[in-house]
């Protein structure tokens, strides 16, 4: 189960702290994974497996992702497995909140995430690899030629719930509206997608999840705690339970699952 030999995942975010254990996981399933972040992971990318590449691109800036679909036309032919792990994130309370932050938490969370899908589709849908046409949405020759894909977006718990201010020290900590506006979005755009490109084959769903707090955020005890009071299993979200999920959606076992946001927040959402 879950055998993604022979297929080439394209992971933006990948760098990061869930972004190691998803390109992780996916590689030992057997995938070719592209890191794709602005910043080379710290994690040892070339010693923990044969199958990685990296690619430095901005999520949002059309020029490197134009150059980034044609070094993955030219190396791989075309991909698989897309996952989007980016977001942007101001860490200023609502009044403090430019219109300025505002717009880049939306061009990071949504358009990055609008042209993210863009260029998806268009390395999915020609099984040569070549008929991308160009990243407008225009493909040459028959679309219905490709071999389809699995799409996944990450969206956020507080794309479906507001943060609760209870369990934050400050206001500045809240977790801050443009992230939450941003990842509901994404739900829309993954429902919008799923249903536009079901007749070639590309899947497209999103992960919403819960509290998976970095390392640096963990030596808050008293945070954690707080954060767990929410959770109905008690405890915070491991790397791994995110990748295990990712892992899911990416392979054929998913094969009939799209436009669903799965969510994995140990119950914060339920109650």
């Known amino acids: 189960m879950f055998d993604l030999n022979e297929k080439v995942a394209l992971v933006f975010g990948g760098a990061g702290y869930l972004g190691e254990a998803v390109c992780i996981a996916l590689e030992e399933q057997g995938a070719t994974v592209v890191v794709v972040d602005l910043h080379e992971p710290g994690w040892k990318l070339h010693g923990v497996g044969k199958r990685f590449d990296f690619f430095q691109c901005n999520i949002v800036e059309e020029s490197e992702i134009e ?16 996952v989007n792990m980016t977001f942007s994130n101001a860490g200023k309370s609502f009044s403090a909140l430019t219109a300025e932050d505002w717009r880049r938490g939306i061009d990071v969370n949504l358009t990055g995430a609008f042209l993210f899908s863009r260029l998806c589709y268009s390395l999915m849908v ?12 225009n493909v040459q020759g028959d679309a ?12 956020s718990m507080y794309g479906i719930v507001s943060p609760d201010p209870r369990i934050y020290r400050s206001e500045t900590v809240v977790n801050p509206i443009e992230y939450g506006v941003g990842k509901a979005g994404v739900i829309q755009m993954t429902r919008y997608l799923a249903v536009k490109w079901a007749k070639y084959g590309i899947r497209v769903n999103a992960i919403a999840p819960g509290a998976f707090p970095n390392r640096d955020v963990q030596r808050d005890r008293g945070f954690i705690e707080a954060l767990e009071t929410k959770i109905p299993l008690g405890r915070i979200g491991s790397p791994q339970e ?21 969510v994995v927040d140990g119950g914060w959402t339920i109650w």
């Open 126 to 137: 020609a099984s040569d690899g070549q008929s991308g046409k160009n990243l407008s949405g």
């Open 67 to 82: 150059t980034l679909r044609r070094y993955i036309l030219e190396k791989y032919s075309s991909i698989h497995i897309g």
């Open 144 to 155: 219905h030629t490709g071999h389809g894909g699995s799409i996944i977006h990450f969206s």
């Open 242 to 262: 995110i990748a295990g999920a990712v892992v899911f959606l990416a392979s054929d076992e998913a094969s009939y699952i799209t436009g669903q946001c799965l």
